[in-house]
């Protein structure tokens, strides 16, 4: 196998064991194993929901960092502890120039797994709760 298989085998496997992870916690906290089938499916639902929520989520703050949304928050931080520390003002730019530098430091990474598996770990979710809604809903 190529060593970029790999690399991309063993992303996508990390981000499934954290999503597993989150689930088995909010299977954990719900009290899986004590309910009925239907509250089981509920407690299925919303583990998997959750997971796929959170790390889709991730994945959308991941990009929106990527695209340099969050560099004018790391310019006003940077500046305020600059303001503390003696001659800290001696080394201020302007944020013309470190919105700049930071644009050209930053390195474009490929974050599709995170966002691919917390899809899918959301349509578990969904269709779960379609399971559930058209097996034990009654108005």
Known sequence: MKQETKVKLR????CVAIEVLIAFLVIWSRGFFTQSVAVNIQILSD????????????AGMLYVSGEGALIGIGFVLRNAVLTFVPMGR?????YADYR?????????????HIL??????????IVLTVIWNATFYNP
């Open 11 to 14: 992303k996508y496997g990390i």
């Open 47 to 58: 583990a998997f929901f959750v997971a796929g929520i959170l790390m889709t989520l991730f």
């Open 90 to 94: 001696a080394r201020h730019e302007r």
């Open 100 to 112: 700049a530098r930071k644009l050209s430091q930053a390195k474009k990474q490929d974050n599709r």
């Open 116 to 125: 691919v598996t917390g899809l899918i770990f959301l349509f578990i979710g």
